[in-house]
């Protein structure tokens, strides 16, 4: 996350303006961590607002469907071009794209008091308010959900693998409610119903595993479970729910930085998120909700909100605090 260390930077001065920060940190890994933050104005026009702020989010989601979605397949053979029929609709810059759209539009809209009368958590309640929802409508969808026995053309899919057994079909038994494993999972249902299973990511890290036996050259054994075979999309449409939702988490950062101009405040107050997330998303991950990265579970949420939130931290302390000394 890179910010400016002037606070002129972000607020110029005789501008009455609330600057949108939204962090939509993802993964465990730094680079992961450092995705783009966007920083956007928030007008005294609220459509107005609302519009541009759907045009980068449009662009965006643009930008990730020309990059992920296989417009660069088949560069050295004559395959080469774009197959609308198994374009990948969803990727890392689709998510992106939508946590930054809901985070936008929680800033624009959502009304919230003066904060140095009731501090950052109860003047944007309603942001937090909408994150609790957008929580429970995850984890509803994600354990209540019935997934039914599915089945899927091998030939008609993109796979390229052959079909066990010589057939063109595989079969896979669920009937189970609330299955977190790969094979079962309603987030994949749901991508399946909706994208359609030729839209989905063809390699997923399901296929590492070792019950699939993945080979050296990164064939799928014969003698694999048919789901081994199957394609699954880790940014689909229900773990971006839970990506939105870090998006609103990195907003809350954003307010103490634009309306707090010491350092002691602003770092007191960042280590308080983050520590809370910190100890939530641990204390879910005990009770029995994994760290999930490809359904992007509550607990993983927190847990890398957290993260994300103590590297920033420690980047401000050292380029704003020890090095510039302001």
Same mark, same amino acid.
């Not at 204390?283 to 993983?300: E, M, R």
């Given at each position: ?28 890994? &730094? ?64 998510? !992106?794209? !939508? ?8 800033? !624009? /809209?959502?009304? @919230? ?10 003047? =944007? *309640?309603?942001? /937090?308010?909408? @994150? ?9 969808? &994600? ?57 989905? =990511?063809?390699?997923?890290? *399901?296929?590492? &595993? ?11 054994? $014969? ?38 101009? $010491?350092?002691?405040?602003?770092? *007191? ?26 359904? *992007?579970?509550?607990? =993983? ?12 931290? @420690? ?12």
């Amino acid at each position: 996350m890179l910010l400016p260390s002037s606070p002129s930077l972000l607020m110029p001065p005789g501008m009455g303006f609330t600057w949108l920060i939204s962090s939509c940190l993802f993964f465990f890994s &730094l680079l992961e961590f450092l995705l783009p933050s966007f920083i956007s104005q928030r007008r005294p026009h609220r459509t107005q607002a609302t519009w541009k702020a759907f045009a980068r989010a449009l662009n965006l989601f643009a930008l990730g469907i020309l990059l992920q979605g296989g417009y660069f397949h088949g560069v050295t053979s004559l395959t080469f071009g774009v197959d609308i029929q198994r374009i990948r609709w969803l990727g890392i810059l689709q998510r !992106i794209s !939508i946590g930054y759209i809901v985070a936008a539009l929680c800033e !624009i /809209w959502l009304p @919230a008091p003066r904060w140095k009368e009731l501090g950052f958590v109860k003047s =944007y *309640y309603w942001q /937090w308010f909408v @994150a609790v929802i957008l929580l429970a409508l995850y984890s509803g969808l &994600l354990y209540g959900l019935y997934v039914p026995d599915w089945q899927f053309d091998v030939s008609a899919s993109t796979s390229s693998l052959p079909p066990i057994g010589g057939g063109d079909i595989y079969m896979v038994n669920c009937s189970v409610r609330g299955d977190l494993g790969p094979a079962c999972n309603s987030a994949g249902m749901i991508d399946r119903y909706i994208l359609g299973l030729d839209h989905l =990511y063809r390699k997923p890290v *399901y296929r590492n &595993l070792k019950g699939c036996n993945m080979s050296a050259k990164g064939q799928v054994s $014969d003698s694999s479970p048919s789901w081994c075979h199957a394609p699954f999309d880790p940014e689909g449409i229900l773990s971006s729910i839970t990506a939105a939702v870090s998006c609103i988490i990195g907003l809350q950062y954003g307010h103490v930085l634009a309306h707090l101009q $010491d350092h002691k405040g602003r770092l *007191y107050n960042w280590m308080c998120f983050s520590l809370s997330f910190l100890a939530l998303g641990l204390f879910l991950a005990l009770i029995g909700i994994p760290l999930n990265k490809s359904l *992007y579970t509550v607990s =993983y949420m927190l847990l890398t909100s957290a993260a994300s939130g103590l590297t920033f931290i @420690a980047l401000y302390f050292l380029v704003d605090v020890h090095v510039t000394g302001v």
